[in-house]
């Protein structure tokens, strides 16, 4: 898990500096928290028509799984999406685009029942389909971007660790259904075309 970190740190930092003169728009999650999630999102202009986002986020939440007891979750999330632009305009990657998502999220869950002490290594890696909008405010820096996708999860699982009650996640009905939403504001950085 460090490695993987320490990787995407890497690839966050020569992103940076790879298109230190290009346009580069930081874009936060304001309404994650309500939701127990917080976002951070980077997208690099790589040409007049395509973006690299790299994504960073945590989650909190209750879980509760085929009648077991409520589980509280905490995890980390880290992304890569492409973007492509299909019409944008003289201040570039804006308007409406397609594109590709992943997700991986690792953490841990705990029962809250204090009677139980059942403790979990999740893992999740998703991938799927996105479409969505950005547009820019007054001033052509600031910004805001809904997006929407669809994909599956190739890998969910609940690791028991400690003698815990194991958990089977292959009677619930589209667990690996995977469908993102975000809404996004954020400010450009870099050059405008």
Request: charged share 20%; glycine share 12%.
């Amino acid at each position: 898990m460090i490695k993987l970190h320490k990787t995407l740190a890497l690839a966050l930092i020569i992103g940076c500096v790879v298109t230190s003169y290009a346009q580069v728009d930081l874009k936060i999650g304001p309404l994650g928290p309500v939701f127990g999630t917080v976002n951070l999102r980077s997208e690099f202009g790589m040409s007049d028509n395509f973006g690299l986002e790299a994504t960073v986020g945590a989650g909190w939440n209750t879980l509760t799984i085929n009648d077991e007891p409520e589980l509280r979750n905490r995890v980390l999330r880290l992304g890569l999406n492409g973007r492509y632009y299909l019409n944008p305009s003289e201040l570039g990657q804006d308007k409406f685009y397609l594109g590709m998502y992943s997700r991986y999220s690792r953490g841990s869950a705990k029962t809250t029942d204090a009677d139980i002490n059942d403790v979990y290594n999740t893992d999740r890696l998703s991938v799927g389909f996105l479409t969505g909008i950005k547009f820019f405010a007054r001033g052509d820096r600031f910004l805001f971007d809904f997006n929407l996708g669809i994909g599956r999860a190739f890998v969910y699982r609940f690791e028991a660790i400690d003698g815990s009650e194991p958990i089977d996640l292959s009677g619930i009905p589209l667990v690996n259904l995977d469908i993102p939403l975000s809404i996004m504001i954020g400010y450009r950085f870099g050059a405008k075309k």
